[in-house]
């Protein structure tokens, strides 16, 4: 039976029950022991009495923390601050560990943790978070299977580059001048790269099936060092034929508000042991996030609130430049105080495909910028005019030989279509108000670190 669900017993069961996990703490009296165990279900420990006499008690003397053991006994009510423990019938030692086991009990710094990527889960941090990853995943589903969206699996491997920046791995079985003189040769018979975005693919499944999202691994080649980039991170791409701009933005804040309110629903303990070890107004900007509606501003506005700010930035506001982390930081926590959606960019920093506007100098672009990370949804509405779309292709200086079934979209039944990229890791940097990408995925790859 999980930890979780003994601890959660209403009641005790007549039959004994069979607990199986890792020892974190063992000690010893005169004719008994105690034992704590747990098994990644939960955050809390079950405890153990094992009472000299019991079969496997010269086990039970033998565990050292990280040992996985295999217990029988009887639910009983605890003396302590829990409400249930476990008198042990019968114990089985699976597997002990040697002293040198890393994870004591004490605090290890963040770096060591990653050091030991392999073990790290057992930790409670750790543990906290990636039960949090899982239930945010489930949620990600859920809201979309709840609406229709049908899930789409959209290739890994792609000759397109969607974002137009070239920071992309290349996936090849040559070597040497054959790279650069004879890509035909190469695996797929033409240069190939790990994707940076499954968007354009779900795009010709939106001009199908109207509502799709595609959730699955991206990959960007970025020499970047900060606490918000890795090389390799999750994506949640849903794509909207039929929807503009204002369908997309509604669609992105729904969203975020739905994750939020699950996590705060499901994810209870945990995110209160991140409020207490992390970061303690967690909880109660997450609740703030969870009932408030959220603010939204033009490009222009925001570059108008920014300069008039007073503030002084590392990196210079001015139109027609992106807004860095800084810039988002300042509108969610110290203007508006919320989390803000910034649309109409100046179409001289987006991609190609995203919906030029009405004044010619704009697209119809949109981020969404939550409190403590900045930008965690990025999306648009997509140019479906097919001699609008030339144009973006020329003058981003792509060719539409490469790019012909992203135009045939336009030439068969075009119709305005939108959507947005969630990066799942930002996401979770949010709801556990853990600071550094490198700790809410399991194994990061980051420029000169794939380990594990």
């Not at 929807?243 to 933005?249: A, I, R, S, T, Y």
């Amino acid at each position: 039976m999980p930890v979780s669900q003994v601890l959660n017993c209403e009641t005790a069961p007549a039959e004994p029950i069979l607990v199986q996990g890792w020892v974190r703490t063992r000690r010893d009296s005169k004719a008994f022991s105690f034992v704590e165990i747990n098994d990644g279900s939960c955050l809390a420990n079950l405890q153990i009495i094992a009472d000299q006499g019991i079969p496997g008690y010269e086990d039970v003397l033998q565990l050292r923390t990280g040992a996985s053991v295999s217990i029988t006994g009887n639910l009983v009510e605890s003396q302590g601050k829990q409400k249930w423990e476990l008198q042990a019938t019968s114990v089985e030692m699976l597997g002990n560990a040697e002293e040198d086991f890393p994870l004591q009990k004490k605090g290890h710094s963040m770096e060591f943790l990653r050091s030991i990527a392999h073990l790290r889960p057992r930790s409670n941090l750790f543990g906290a978070v990636f039960r949090v990853r899982s239930r945010m995943a489930y949620a990600i589903h859920q809201f979309f299977q709840d609406k229709g969206f049908v899930y789409v699996h959209t290739p890994i491997i792609t000759a397109s580059d969607c974002e137009g920046a070239g920071e992309m791995f290349r996936v090849t079985t040559l070597d040497g001048e054959e790279l650069d003189t004879a890509p035909e040769k190469d695996f797929f018979g033409k240069p190939s790269y790990l994707t940076v975005s499954g968007q354009l693919e779900g795009e010709t499944f939106a001009c199908a099936l109207s509502n799709i999202y595609t959730f699955g691994p991206t990959f960007r080649a970025e020499n970047s060092h900060t606490s918000r980039h890795a090389s390799e991170f999750w994506m949640v791409e849903p794509e909207m034929a039929f929807c503009d701009l204002q369908g997309d933005m509604d669609l992105a804040e729904e969203m975020v508000k739905y994750l939020v309110t699950d996590a705060l629903e499901h994810c209870r303990e945990d995110l209160q042991f991140f409020n207490s070890f992390i970061d303690k107004g967690l909880i109660e900007r997450l609740q703030f996030v969870s009932e408030r509606s959220f603010e939204r501003v033009s490009y222009t506005e925001a570059v108008e609130l920014l300069e008039n700010s007073g503030e002084k930035f590392e990196y210079p506001v001015e139109y027609g430049l992106n807004l860095q982390s800084e810039h988002e930081r300042w509108l969610t926590e110290e203007h508006f105080k919320c989390p803000v959606t910034v649309y109409n960019y100046p179409a001289t920093v987006k991609p190609f495909y995203m919906r030029r506007n009405d004044d010619d100098k704009t697209v119809a672009a949109m981020d969404l910028l939550v409190p403590g990370i900045g930008e965690i949804v990025g999306g648009s509405q997509r140019e479906e005019r097919l001699d609008v779309l030339r144009e973006n292709l020329k003058h981003h200086d792509l060719s539409e030989e490469d790019y012909w079934w992203y135009v045939d979209l336009r030439k068969y039944g075009t119709v305005k279509h939108a959507g947005f990229g969630l990066g799942f890791e930002r996401l979770l940097m949010f709801v556990t108000g853990v600071a550094n990408i490198r700790d809410v995925i399991p194994f990061p790859r980051t420029p000169g670190s794939a380990d594990f």
